[in-house]
């Protein structure tokens, strides 16, 4: 199972990359959230994909989970909301200022 997550977190960072890569502002911030989504997935892999039941006191189970790398996760992604959220405003705003998205015509010209 862990191999599958892995595979899933490479493709998952390619895509990401490829979309961080192109030229429209929009493209870019998608690519930015997938990659914050592969890896959240990588620290859940790297925690460990075991069943077990949940760290209480007063249960005997033969193995727990590990909650650390969950709540990570959890928080990584209210974050990655949060700043999506704010990048998408600010990417509205900008197209809204200069009517366009494309990264090349935002840049501007070096001679003007």
Known sequence: ME????ILVGILVSIGTYLILSKQLLRIVLGISIVGHAVNLLI???????TGSAPLLGEKAAGFTDAIPQALVLTAIVINFAVTAVVLVLCYRAYQSFGTDDMEQLRGDEHE
């Open 3 to 6: 191999t599958l997550m892995v």
């Open 44 to 50: 859940i892999t790297s925690g460990g994909l075991k």
